[in-house]
């Protein structure tokens, strides 16, 4: 069966370091996936795409990979912030519709 | 400011009444789409639209309804509510007939007794 992975447990990590979030899928052949992050009570927000074709994508202190072999997409938010604690959602594209994963909580403690 | 308006935010209904909760975006996007969102169970399709007078089912679409008349405007409609309805809700739209970057309104919280 088709599958979209994220950690279900929150993640909690110190101000400053890099918070790393995976997102696994099964049964997919997406041609690109799409991180997502949402507050609480609030819509998600759009932060990043990144292509079938594409290794890695960076946006300030962001920064995503794409591994379609391991089918395996890894978030990364470097030097923390308490502002980053969220929900972040991954998503795939596949037959013209966004296939949501359940998300990981951060949570970044000062 | 661009944008995606859902109306209303919060909404407390009883079993059977039929409800409709609107969506407009102003950005002239084609692609619009409708979410529901349970603890546990993530983000899950209802329905989508590639533009005007063409709509699609998503992943749950039972005991839905949409229609899109106009480009800016994807009203959900419930004909006969349920507790089971009982989500929170998010409007989406995209820009281009593909679906690339959502912008989510800020959703609806449904209460059905």
């Known amino acids: 069966s088709q599958k979209i992975e994220q950690n279900s447990e929150a993640l909690n990590i110190q101000e400053g370091k890099t918070a790393t979030l995976t997102c696994n899928y099964t049964?997919?052949?997406?041609?690109?996936l799409q991180w997502y992050r949402q507050d609480p009570g609030r819509g998600p927000v759009f932060l990043l795409l990144?292509?079938?074709?594409?290794k890695e994508k960076r946006k300030e202190r962001l920064k995503v990979t794409f591994d379609t072999t391991l089918k395996q997409s890894l978030f990364h938010i470097t030097a923390s912030q308490p502002a980053d604690s969220a929900t972040y959602l991954c998503?795939?594209?596949?037959?013209?519709?966004?296939?949501f994963g359940q998300g990981t909580e951060l949570s970044v403690k000062p | 400011e661009a944008q995606v308006t859902q109306n209303p935010r919060y909404l407390i209904t009883v079993t059977g009444k039929k409800l409709t909760v609107t969506c407009s975006q102003n950005?002239?996007?084609?692609?619009m789409s409708w979410y529901r969102q349970d603890p546990g169970l993530g983000l899950r399709q209802i329905y989508y639209?590639?533009?005007?007078?063409?709509?699609d089912k998503g992943d749950v679409p039972e005991g839905y309804k949409v229609s899109r008349k106009e480009k800016r405007n994807f009203p959900l409609i419930l004909e006969s509510p349920s507790p089971n309805q009982t989500s929170l809700y998010f409007c989406?739209?995209?820009?281009?007939?593909?679906?690339?970057?959502?912008?989510f309104g800020p959703g609806t919280r449904l209460l059905v007794l």
């Open positions: 989406a739209s995209s820009p281009g007939q593909g679906v690339k970057t959502q912008y």
């Open positions: 049964n997919y052949s997406p041609a690109y």
């Open positions: 990144i292509r079938e074709n594409e």
């Open positions: 998503a795939l594209y596949q037959g013209g519709k966004l296939i």
């Open positions: 950005m002239n996007h084609e692609y």
């Open positions: 639209s590639m533009n005007v007078e063409v709509t």
